[in-house]
Every structure is written in C-alpha cells, then in structure tokens.
C-alpha cells in the first residue's frame, strides 16, 4: 500500500495509574468520576465532552510533555570524476519529527518515536531512498537530538539523544536522554478496545515548525500495514496530520475514567487518501517498551520448515510442471527434480526468456533423515558457452559459504512459489484461501528481494569461474541426467556415483532425454 513516511515529534508516557511528576517531585494520582454514558457506547468515547473537567485542569497545568527530534545524517556518495578518477563527496540530510518520554529514572529518561524518525539507511537504494541523496550513499554518521522547533540554531541547550532499541517491523524507536523530561501523565490505554468514531487527541510538531495538538475520530480500528519492512497491525484517524507529526502519542477519552488513555503512535498517512492517517497500535509496543529488546515477528506465510516432508511435497510439485521457474532477488532461478529424489536449482542469466541458459547449477541431494531438507551435492557454474564442473574442494572457505547461503535461499524460495502455485490451483478454499494465497505471493516477494545481493553474487561466480574459450563445457540436459547403473559381481545394477566435478557424457549423445528450452551452445536459441 502506498504509504508517505512522516517525520516525526516527541511526547511520553507512564505505564500502570495515572502519575503525575510535579516540580517538587512529589507524585499524585489523578481520579476522576465516571464519563457521561451519552459518548460511551465502547470502551473509549465519541465525544469530548466525556474528558471530565479535573483531567482538563490537570492537562493545563502540566509542562509540555511532547518534543520536536532533529535527526540527521551524513552520506558518503561515490562518484568519478571527469578524469576517471573514483572520487567521494558527502551529504548532510535534517528531518524533524515528534517523541515523548514515557519513563524517568534518575537523570535518564526513555522516549518512544518512530524508527524511520530515529534511524537512517544504511546504505540508499530503491527500497530505501532518501531524499537528495543518491542511490549507493553510505551513512557515515549520525545524531538524534531534542530542539526546540525546525528553526532552532542554538545548539547549547539541545538535548542529546541515543538509541536504545529499534523495531523497522513496528516502526517504533526507544531513545535515552540523559536529563529529566516531563513525562506523559496518562495510562497506556488498550487500543484493542478501540471502535470507529472514537475521539482521538494527537499531540506533536506538524513539519517541526510549531507544538500543535490535533483532533479526529476513528475511522477505521484495524489495519495491518506490510508496506516495505513494516509488519503490524494499525488504526486509521482523520486527524489533520503533516509530515513532522510521526512519533507523536495518541490519546483516547477512557469512558472509565474520563481522562486520556496513550493508544498508539502516529506514523505514516496514506499519499491519495485526505486525512487517513494509520497509528501504530499501543498493544503491540508494551514488550518493547518495558524489555527494551526487539522479538522479530514472523509472518505466517513465511513461516517455511525446511525437512523431508517438505522436500517430498516440492518433488511431487516439480514433477506436474515442465518448468518450476520461481525469483531469485531479480533474477529467475527453477527447480528441477529427477526419479532418484535429487534436486537441481538453476540459476539462469539476465537474458531470459530470450538466452535461457543457466550460470550456476546446485545439486541438492536426498537428506540422510526426515528432518532435514537435503545436502549440498555437486555445483556447475556457467555462461554462455555452457557448464562447468567443480568440486567443493576447489573453492575456498569464503565461496563455499556464499554456495551454501545461496542453496538456503534457492530451497526457501521455491518452496514459497510451490506453495503460491497450490494456492492458484485450489479453488476450493474460497475468498479466504484467495487471500492467504496473496498473502502468501507478497511475502515471496519480499524474501526474494532479500537476496538481491546473493543473485548479484550468482554473477560474480559467472564472471570467475565460468568455461574459458577452449574449456570442455556441459549442456544442462547432461548434467541432470541420471547416471548410469553399474553391474556388480552379484548380478544386481547399483547406480554409479560419479566424483564430484566428473565431466559428464555430452549432450548429443542419444540416451540423453530431449528438452524443449535451448541447450547452453550459442548456436541455439529458444
């Protein structure tokens, strides 16, 4: 879904009762009667009217407990220039965004913001661009700070900042500052709870300029956001909210006890939508907030066991097709299986469709138990003159380590795009089978492009170790053929087992099988 990431603002909040830190450092616990019924179908009100007039007061006499963040950043970009010459210039990039405190102990205070406010990439490139600064820029440093405003240039009376913990998935940051904070006076509310045309109050630094408070109702409760690495599960507010506003809390009238509840963190607005803003849901950050440790969440549909059962479904899949093509980062890989249970991963080059020959071949051999997928067999590393084959012990620690990650993510991803092709295929399971099949088909999506960088290394292996001009090469029919049986003296055919990096018969000779895609010559074309 297209979202715009916002910058973003500070405030802070307290767990448990609702606690008021005073100058005097004493503490008082803020009661209030009941919410008037009228706004109170739910467990949060409709209406403004339910705030009873003692949390009014309490809220008017509090400091300002939310702070405008300064993040920025300096990239270094390489370039030539117009000698040749590989030279480097650096990019200073500012954002400001919203934070609050929702802890203090001692002369330390925790705040919550968002991760795209606390963190920059590490390195630019279409999935993580930033602004003004080219693709392929390295972040060579960084500072998070609290300021008064955009404007703010006297810099003696910033407020240091660092990171405790980040959550890209939650898009939820847990920042330290070394002095005392105001902090937020209400209790962490229960965003399950939440209902449409709920009223919220959203406190923060629209476009870093100015404090600002902002009003609007829920519109929708529930909205799981998947876009790019985010992974969580959303509301959606018609508050009129800027860029600026990201990190900022987000309060809902408690029909309990007509004061303010911290139900979310503001973070991202849809780009063609008017005033639909989406907040992280309060719920999911609590472990976050009091662990100050990170617990990766795992996407069902990517959920992939790899073992013997698994490895015995893809199989059975692979033999109903004549090609199980599947992407690889952004190139196409396919599985291949033969009668004795070996699989062969090709990974093909940038050509295809119109050269289909593969640049590295992996022979994935039958595991020797049930619980685990398979064992890395033979490896053919080609280019446009065919395959060549190698032994494993011709490579070094550091190759066979990018052989061994590479045949990972080949086994994850084709299982992933068998199960999407099932999926397709059963049109029993209805709108909601439907849906767990895309679901499914965006997570694919995302673990391919995860490999960018080990496709990227398919070609490096081309480059290095391809046949030469002149080199014995392999067309890929010879290498998937299944070696021929040897008598023994008992009368009974074993299968011979070649040695790893054996020359195998060529393709012309008759026994091989035929296959519609072109061989490896060059002379040949599909």
């Given at each position: 879904?297209?979202r715009?990431?916002?910058?973003?603002?500070?405030?802070?909040?307290?767990?448990?009762?609702?606690?008021?830190?005073?100058?005097?450092?004493?503490?008082?616990?803020?009661?209030?009667?009941?919410?008037s019924?009228?706004?109170?179908?739910?467990?949060?009100?409709?209406?403004?009217?339910?705030f009873?007039?003692?949390?009014?007061?309490?809220?008017?006499?509090?400091?300002?407990?939310?702070?405008?963040?300064?993040?920025?950043?300096?990239?270094?970009?390489?370039f030539?220039?117009?000698?040749?010459?590989?030279?480097?210039?650096?990019?200073?990039?500012?954002a400001?965004?919203?934070?609050?405190?929702?802890?203090?102990?001692?002369?330390?205070?925790?705040?919550?913001?968002?991760?795209?406010?606390?963190?920059?990439?590490?390195?630019?490139?279409?999935?993580h661009?930033?602004?003004?600064?080219?693709?392929?820029?390295?972040?060579?440093?960084d500072?998070?700070?609290?300021v008064d405003?955009?404007?703010?240039s006297?810099?003696?009376?910033?407020?240091?900042?660092?990171?405790?913990?980040?959550?890209?998935?939650?898009?939820?940051?847990?920042?330290k500052?070394?002095?005392?904070l105001?902090?937020?006076?209400?209790?962490?509310?229960?965003?399950?709870?939440?209902?449409?045309?709920?009223?919220?109050?959203?406190?923060g630094?629209?476009?870093?300029?100015?404090?600002?408070?902002?009003v609007?109702?829920?519109?929708?409760?529930?909205d799981h956001?998947?876009y790019?690495?985010?992974?969580?599960?959303?509301?959606?507010?018609?508050?009129?909210?800027?860029?600026?506003?990201?990190?900022?809390?987000?309060?809902?009238?408690?029909?309990?006890?007509?004061?303010?509840?911290?139900?979310?963190?503001?973070?991202?607005g849809?780009?063609?939508?008017?005033?639909?803003?989406?907040?992280?849901?309060?719920?999911?950050?609590?472990?976050?907030?009091?662990?100050?440790?990170?617990?990766?969440?795992?996407?069902?549909?990517?959920r992939?066991?790899?073992?013997?059962?698994?490895?015995?479904?893809?199989?059975a899949?692979?033999?109903?097709?004549?090609?199980?093509?599947?992407?690889?980062?952004?190139?196409?890989?396919?599985?291949?299986?033969?009668?004795?249970?070996?699989?062969?991963?090709?990974?093909?080059?940038?050509?295809l469709?119109?050269?289909a020959?593969?640049?590295?071949?992996?022979?994935?051999?039958?595991?020797?138990?049930?619980?685990?997928?398979?064992?890395?067999?033979?490896?053919?590393?080609?280019?446009?003159?065919?395959?060549?084959?190698?032994?494993?012990?011709e490579?070094?620690?550091?190759?066979?380590?990018?052989?061994?990650?590479?045949?990972?993510?080949?086994?994850?991803?084709?299982?992933?795009?068998?199960?999407?092709?099932?999926?397709?295929?059963?049109?029993?399971?209805?709108?909601e089978?439907?849906?767990?099949?895309?679901?499914?088909?965006?997570a694919?999506?995302?673990?391919?492009?995860s490999?960018?960088?080990?496709?990227?290394?398919?070609?490096?292996?081309s480059?290095?170790?391809?046949?030469?001009?002149?080199?014995?090469?392999?067309?890929?029919?010879?290498?998937?053929?299944?070696?021929?049986?040897?008598?023994?003296?008992?009368g009974?055919?074993?299968?011979?087992?070649?040695?790893?990096?054996?020359?195998?018969?060529?393709?012309?000779?008759?026994?091989?099988?035929?296959?519609?895609?072109?061989?490896?010559?060059?002379?040949?074309?599909?």
């Amino acid at each position: 879904m297209a979202r715009l990431r916002m910058a973003c603002a500070l405030s802070f909040l307290v767990s448990g009762f609702a606690v008021v830190q005073i100058a005097s450092g004493q503490s008082q616990v803020a009661q209030a009667p009941s919410a008037s019924a009228a706004y109170c179908a739910s467990e949060y009100a409709d209406d403004f009217s339910a705030f009873t007039s003692r949390a009014r007061e309490l809220e008017q006499k509090l400091p300002a407990y939310t702070f405008c963040i300064r993040s920025s950043a300096t990239y270094e970009c390489p370039f030539y220039g117009a000698d040749g010459s590989l030279r480097r210039k650096k990019r200073r990039v500012v954002a400001h965004g919203t934070g609050f405190a929702y802890k203090q102990d001692s002369n330390e205070a925790l705040l919550l913001t968002n991760e795209h406010v606390a963190e920059w990439p590490a390195v630019t490139d279409e999935d993580h661009p930033v602004e003004d600064v080219p693709l392929g820029c390295k972040r060579v440093g960084d500072s998070l700070k609290i300021v008064d405003n955009e404007s703010d240039s006297y810099v003696r009376d910033d407020i240091p900042l660092t990171r405790v913990v980040v959550d890209p998935q939650l898009d939820v940051a847990v920042l330290k500052a070394k002095s005392q904070l105001p902090i937020v006076p209400w209790r962490i509310g229960h965003s399950a709870g939440l209902k449409e045309r709920n009223i919220v109050d959203v406190r923060g630094f629209p476009l870093g300029v100015l404090k600002a408070t902002n009003v609007g109702k829920v519109v929708s409760a529930y909205d799981h956001d998947d876009y790019k690495d985010w992974d969580h599960d959303d509301f959606v507010i018609d508050a009129l909210l800027s860029p600026g506003n990201s990190g900022s809390p987000v309060f809902a009238i408690s029909c309990k006890t007509g004061e303010f509840e911290l139900v979310g963190i503001y973070h991202a607005g849809y780009t063609r939508g008017s005033a639909l803003n989406v907040v992280v849901a309060i719920d999911q950050v609590r472990d976050l907030m009091t662990t100050l440790k990170r617990t990766p969440r795992v996407r069902p549909e990517m959920r992939i066991l790899l073992d013997g059962s698994t490895r015995a479904s893809l199989v059975a899949a692979s033999k109903l097709s004549l090609e199980s093509f599947f992407p690889f980062g952004q190139m196409t890989a396919a599985v291949r299986s033969r009668d004795d249970g070996v699989l062969f991963y090709e990974v093909f080059n940038r050509d295809l469709p119109l050269r289909a020959y593969p640049v590295l071949v992996i022979e994935d051999l039958p595991p020797a138990d049930a619980s685990s997928f398979g064992a890395l067999g033979r490896i053919w590393i080609g280019n446009r003159q065919g395959l060549k084959a190698y032994a494993r012990s011709e490579f070094d620690a550091e190759t066979l380590s990018q052989l061994t990650k590479l045949l990972e993510g080949l086994r994850r991803d084709s299982v992933a795009a068998s199960a999407v092709r099932s999926g397709d295929q059963d049109v029993s399971t209805g709108k909601e089978g439907f849906e767990r099949t895309e679901r499914m088909h965006k997570a694919l999506q995302r673990a391919s492009a995860s490999y960018t960088d080990l496709a990227q290394g398919v070609l490096d292996l081309s480059e290095r170790f391809g046949p030469q001009p002149g080199e014995p090469s392999l067309d890929i029919r010879a290498v998937v053929k299944a070696p021929a049986a040897e008598p023994n003296p008992s009368g009974a055919n074993l299968p011979a087992s070649p040695a790893v990096g054996a020359v195998l018969p060529p393709a012309s000779t008759p026994s091989a099988p035929p296959d519609n895609r072109s061989s490896n010559s060059s002379s040949k074309q599909q």
